[in-house]
């Protein structure tokens, strides 16, 4: 009979068969390959698996120990660690020194300029000259108002510093902001634009 063609009565069968555990000779014939391998023991849990893996990692169990020989273990234990420890230590050092001597050859002869951010580029005129190593700008800035749209025009007066006293009165002048030099300078002098007539 093809498989195609059961009949009520071999459907009936095969789920008596089924329920009571019973294999057909049909059934057996599909599935040789399951029937022959082995079952897994389900008698041993996730968890005493886990366990016993545990009990082997551990190491074993150590008979009585005299206080002489817990001394000596410690000392040991400290002696390797305070190796470690100086290892370590010996290895930051260098890294700092190397980290050191990188900064000093990059850095300038004087603190950094300017903190985070882009520094401000100015050009103005050089109003006096007088002091040493610092000149006086005067920039006119001109602005609309944004609500009544009248053109507003003011003047800023900065104190720059001037290291090599380059600028003369009347010079237009670059300056850039850099860290406080003193208690009114915050600008630095980076190029005379125009010379005065």
Same mark, same amino acid.
């Given at each position: 009979?093809?498989?195609?063609?059961?009949?009520?009565?071999?459907?009936?069968? +095969?789920?008596?068969? =089924?329920?009571? $555990?019973?294999? #057909? @000779? %049909?059934?057996?014939? /599909?599935?040789?390959?399951?029937?022959? !391998?082995?079952?897994?023991?389900?008698?041993?849990?996730?968890?005493?698996?886990?366990?016993?893996?545990?009990? +082997?990692?551990?190491? =074993?169990?150590? $008979?009585?120990? #005299? @206080? %002489?020989?817990?001394? /000596?273990?410690?000392?040991?234990?400290? !002696?390797?660690?305070?190796?470690?420890?100086?290892?370590?230590?010996?290895?930051?050092?260098?890294?700092?020194?190397?980290?050191?001597?990188?900064?000093?050859?990059?850095?300038?002869?004087?603190?950094?300029?300017?903190?985070?951010?882009?520094?401000?580029?100015?050009?103005?005129?050089?109003?006096?000259?007088?002091?040493?190593?610092?000149?006086?700008?005067?920039?006119?800035?001109?602005?609309?108002?944004?609500?009544?749209?009248?053109?507003?025009?003011?003047?800023?007066?900065?104190?720059?510093?001037?290291?090599?006293?380059?600028?003369?009165?009347?010079?237009?002048?670059?300056?850039?902001?850099?860290?406080?030099?003193?208690?009114?300078?915050?600008?630095?002098?980076?190029?005379?634009?125009?010379?005065?007539?």
């Amino acid at each position: 009979m093809a498989e195609d063609e059961k009949t009520p009565e071999t459907v009936v069968e +095969e789920v008596e068969s =089924a329920e009571t $555990g019973e294999t #057909t @000779p %049909e059934a057996a014939a /599909e599935t040789p390959a399951e029937s022959a !391998a082995p079952a897994a023991p389900a008698s041993t849990t996730r968890r005493e698996r886990l366990d016993a893996r545990r009990a +082997e990692r551990r190491p =074993a169990q150590r $008979g009585p120990v #005299t @206080p %002489e020989q817990r001394v /000596e273990e410690r000392q040991a234990r400290r !002696a390797a660690t305070a190796k470690e420890r100086r290892a370590y230590r010996a290895k930051l050092k260098e890294r700092r020194a190397a980290t050191k001597s990188e900064r000093t050859t990059t850095e300038a002869d004087h603190a950094p300029e300017h903190g985070p951010g882009r520094p401000r580029v100015r050009q103005g005129v050089v109003t006096s000259a007088k002091g040493d190593k610092t000149i006086t700008v005067k920039i006119d800035v001109v602005r609309r108002h944004r609500r009544y749209h009248k053109i507003l025009r003011s003047t800023l007066k900065l104190y720059a510093h001037d290291e090599a006293n380059n600028a003369n009165e009347g010079d237009t002048v670059r300056v850039v902001e850099c860290r406080p030099m003193s208690r009114s300078k915050r600008w630095r002098l980076t190029e005379v634009l125009e010379r005065a007539k």
